[in-house]
């Protein structure tokens, strides 16, 4: 069961989710708004699902869920550094709580999703509120017409009847870090919320964000393997 801890309650917020899926777009894209904006670690989301181990890098040891703050901004911000991949349907429910805690403006899950395209990154937009529809559509992004949303995003989209829940994709092309896509993203994310950040040399600084983010899920699947290792050992 996950559970969640918040050490501020700031209200009426936006709340902005990025999580490893598909070319780790949410994930490289929320690092990146960590890295520009000025955030504090609000809270935390537990789990006995999360695996027992923490990452320690550039000498601070990073959350696997942290939640984080932009007072100017009023901006909250879920960014992960672990697998959730059995724990997807929980963790939009507790990202739906925490909205409601916070009595959110809006949720914005952000995903990347499968494209044959190798060279080029799109946008596109999903929204239960009419207000953001006429936003995004002003700001020139597509609306994402026909497609499969899974994971977290899927299901945000599934129960949040009474919480105003946008989306924003990117397709990418590969399982592999897409810094590109992640560009594109934060691109939209700019004009959308006035975020004033200078998306233009992302990419070089994505690529930076793809190592690190890829070293930290590389040293998080080898722990774990050591832990099981270890734990047939153990059995045997």
Not at 12 to 21: A, E, R
Not at 83 to 94: H, I, K, N
Not at 136 to 160: P, W
Request: hydrophobic share 40%; with cysteine; charged share 30%.
């Amino acid at each position: 069961m996950l559970k969640y801890e918040l050490f501020e309650k700031p209200k009426g917020v936006t709340v902005i989710g990025g999580f490893p899926g598909m070319g780790l777009v949410g994930t490289i894209t929320t690092e990146f708004l960590l890295d520009h904006l000025n955030v504090k670690l609000i809270g935390r989301i537990i789990s006995e699902k999360i695996p027992a181990l923490v990452a320690v890098h550039s000498g601070k040891v990073v959350e696997p869920l942290g939640i984080f703050y932009d007072s100017k901004k009023k901006i909250v911000i879920a960014h992960a550094v672990t697998d959730v991949s059995t724990m997807e349907w929980e963790l939009a429910e507790t990202i739906l709580a925490i909205a409601k805690d916070l009595e959110a403006k809006e949720v914005i899950s952000l995903e990347g999703i499968g494209s044959n395209l190798a060279s080029k990154s799109n946008a596109f937009y999903f929204s239960n509120d009419e207000k953001a529809r006429k936003k995004f559509e002003s700001i020139k992004i597509e609306s994402l017409k026909n497609g499969i949303v899974v994971g977290i995003t899927g299901f945000l989209l599934l129960r949040a009847s009474k919480q105003k829940i946008s989306c924003i994709f990117a397709t990418t092309h590969s399982n592999l870090p897409d810094s590109r896509a992640a560009a594109t993203i934060i691109e939209v994310l700019d004009k959308y919320l006035d975020l004033d950040i200078p998306y233009e040399p992302l990419l070089k600084k994505a690529e930076n964000f793809e190592d690190k983010l890829k070293n930290i899920f590389e040293d998080s699947k080898k722990a774990e393997t050591v832990k099981d290792k270890k734990t047939v050992e153990y059995l045997g």
